[in-house]
C-alpha cells in the first residue's frame, strides 16, 4: 500500500473517479506537478547590488535578497545587507526555481582571504603587488578601493597600513583583490589559504611566505593534525617577523554551505589547476565536465590555467560540481580599456552612456559603485556625473566599450587608455577618442622623451594612456603614455 500510494503522488488521475473538464471520454486533463524549489550553493564577485533589499548581482546571475529572514555574516559574525559592497567575494545559498531561472538567497557570507598590515617595502606600483602577511596581493583594473583610500588605487596605500583583502587565490597561489577596505584601527590578523609545509615537531604550517605557530590555537573541526593541502582560517592578534601566532585554526577545505548531492552550484573564478581533460578546480571547487557540458564565450581547449569562468551544475555524492555550463569571462576580468570623464547623454533602454564622444555599454554583469561606497543603479546614472569605467571591446557591442566596472569618482581630470588609430602628429584618436598633443605635453614611454619620438614609436593599435581637458570634441592631452603594444 505504500509503494502504491507514493505512485498515485505522481499520477494526476490516481484515485480520481470523477468527470472532469476537457480531455476525451470523460476524463480529465493530466495536472503537471510542480516541483519544490531545490537548493543552489555557490561563491562569486558582487558585481551590483542596489541597496534596495531587492535584487543582488553575483558573477553572471541576478538573485531575489527580499527574504526577511536572508541571513548575512562577514567572518562568521552577523551582519546585513548593508554591509555589502561591490567587489566582495561571497558564499551564499538558497533556493532554485523554474528550472533554475528564478534564483532567491537565504544566506550569504563573507570572508576576507587576508586582514593585516603591508609589509614594509613591498608595494609595487608598477606590478600592482604588496604583502601582507606573506600574502601576496595582486591589483587589477577591477580592484575597489574603499572610499577612505586616497587617492582610490593602489597609489592611496602605504607600508603599515591594516587592511581587509577580499578576492581569491590564483593559480600561482597569491591574491587576486577584488575589493580593498582600509581599517587602521583593526589589530586581528587573519588569513585563508592552502597549508604548504607542516612542521609537527615544532607546530608550525606555511601559507604563502608566512608561518603560522598554532601550538596554542584552538583547532576547529579537525579529525587529525593540520596537513598540507587543507585550506584553514586562520586568526590571531600578535605577528612578527613573519610569524603569525595563531589563537584559532578552522579547517575550511570544502569552503562552501551545507548541500546535498544534486544541488545546483554554481561558482565563478579563476581556473587554478586542471588534472585531466575533464576535470578542473576553480576557488578550490572540483569541476568535472562531461559530453553533455556546454561552453559559452569559448570551448572545450579553452579551458586552461588562468582563464577566468563561471560555471554552473549540480553536485553529485562526492560534492564535485558536474558542469552543464562553462561560461569564459576572461574578457570581464582582463578590462584592457578604460574611460574617465562627464556622462554626456543616457540612453535608459539600450543601458549605455556616452562619455568623450564613446558608447558605452552596461550590462546586468557590470561592477557598479557609487559615490562613497553606495550602491548604484544604472537609474543613479544623470549627465554631468564624472564617471570612471573600465571596459573592453566587443564585436557584439558594434564598436561600443563594453563596461567591465562603472564607478563614480571624484577626479576631474579625463583619461582613456585604448588603441591608437588616426596617427599623424601631433593629433591621434585613443579609443576613438580624439586627441591633440603639444610640446608642453609630458610624453612617456619606451624609447619615447618627445613629442617627436612617442610620434616615431607609437603604431596603429598600440596601447595609449592619455590625460587632460576636453573641450567637447576633443581632448587636450596634459601626459601620455606608450604602454605597448596592440591587445
Known amino acids: 500500500m505504500i509503494g502504491a500510494a507514493v505512485l498515485c503522488i505522481g499520477l494526476a488521475a490516481c484515485g480520481s473517479s470523477g468527470n472532469s473538464s476537457g480531455g476525451s471520454g470523460g476524463n480529465p486533463d493530466p495536472v503537471v506537478p ?35 529572514d ?6 562568521d559574525e552577523p551582519a546585513g545587507l548593508s554591509d555589502l559592497r561591490v567587489g566582495q567575494r561571497i558564499r551564499y545559498q538558497g533556493t532554485s526555481s523554474d528550472n533554475g531561472t528564478t534564483l532567491a538567497l537565504t544566506a550569504i557570507h563573507i570572508d576576507n582571504l ?24 595582486q591589483v587589477d583594473k577591477l580592484t575597489v578601493f574603499a572610499s577612505n583610500i586616497v587617492p582610490n588605487e593602489l597609489a592611496g596605500l602605504t607600508e603599515g597600513d591594516f587592511i581587509e583583502v577580499s578576492g581569491q587565490r590564483n593559480a600561482s597561489g597569491n591574491v587576486t583583490a577584488g575589493r580593498i577596505e582600509l581599517d587602521n584601527a583593526s589589530d586581528d590578523f587573519e588569513v585563508r589559504g592552502a597549508i604548504g609545509d607542516v612542521d ?12 603560522v605557530d598554532y601550538a596554542n590555537a584552538t583547532l576547529e573541526i579537525f579529525s587529525a593534525a593540520p596537513a598540507a593541502g587543507d585550506w584553514v582560517e586562520v586568526e590571531g592578534s600578535v605577528y612578527s617577523a613573519g610569524v603569525l601566532m595563531a589563537e584559532q585554526v578552522e579547517l575550511e577545505s570544502n569552503r562552501s554551505f551545507e548541500s546535498v548531492e544534486g544541488d545546483l552550484a554554481i561558482v565563478e573564478g579563476e581556473i587554478t589547476s586542471i588534472t585531466s581533460n575533464t576535470e578542473f578546480s576553480v576557488a578550490s571547487r572540483i569541476v568535472r565536465t562531461d559530453a553533455a557540458t ?3 564565450e569559448g570551448m572545450a581547449s579553452d579551458v586552461v590555467v588562468g582563464a577566468y569562468v563561471e560555471v ?8 564535485v560540481l558536474v558542469a552543464t555550463e562553462v561560461e569564459f569571462l576572461t574578457d570581464q576580468v582582463t578590462a584592457a580599456y578604460s574611460l574617465t570623464g562627464a556622462v554626456e547623454s543616457v540612453d535608459p533602454a539600450a543601458r549605455s552612456l556616452v562619455i568623450m564622444g564613446v558608447t558605452v555599454m552596461v550590462t546586468p554583469t557590470t561592477r557598479m559603485e557609487g559615490a562613497n561606497n553606495a550602491p548604484l543603479d544604472f537609474a543613479d546614472i544623470a549627465t554631468g556625473q564624472m564617471i570612471e569605467v573600465e571596459g573592453f571591446s566587443s564585436v557584439d557591442a558594434e564598436g561600443a566599450l563594453v563596461a567591465a566596472k562603472v564607478e563614480i569618482t571624484t577626479d576631474t581630470d579625463y583619461e582613456v587608455t585604448g588603441p591608437a588609430t588616426a596617427i599623424s602628429n601631433p593629433m591621434l584618436r585613443i579609443l576613438e577618442v580624439a586627441a591633440t598633443t603639444d610640446v608642453t605635453t ?15 614609436s607609437v603604431g596603429e593599435g598600440d596601447i595609449v594612456e592619455a590625460e587632460g581637458e576636453w573641450n567637447g570634441s576633443t581632448l587636450i592631452v596634459r601626459e601620455i ?7
Open 34 to 68: 510542480v516541483p519544490s524549489p531545490s537548493t543552489v550553493v555557490g561563491e562569486g564577485i558582487v558585481r551590483q547590488y542596489s541597496g534596495s533589499g531587492a535584487t543582488l548581482t553575483v558573477g553572471t546571475k541576478q538573485f531575489d535578497v527580499s527574504d526577511a
Open 70 to 75: 536572508l541571513r548575512v555574516t562577514i567572518d
Open 114 to 137: 587576508v586582514e593585516g598590515p603591508i609589509e614594509a617595502n613591498s608595494i609595487d606600483l608598477d606590478a600592482g603587488t604588496m604583502q601582507v602577511l606573506g600574502q601576496v596581493v
Open 200 to 211: 609537527d615537531v615544532n607546530k608550525t604550517f606555511n601559507i604563502g611566505t608566512l608561518t
Open 294 to 296: 556546454e561552453y559559452e
Open 312 to 319: 554552473e551544475g549540480r553536485l553529485d555524492a562526492e560534492s
Open 442 to 456: 609630458d610624453f612617456e614611454g619606451p624609447g619615447v622623451s618627445d613629442q617627436v619620438t612617442f610620434f616615431l
Open 481 to 487: 603614455e606608450l604602454k605597448g603594444g596592440s591587445n
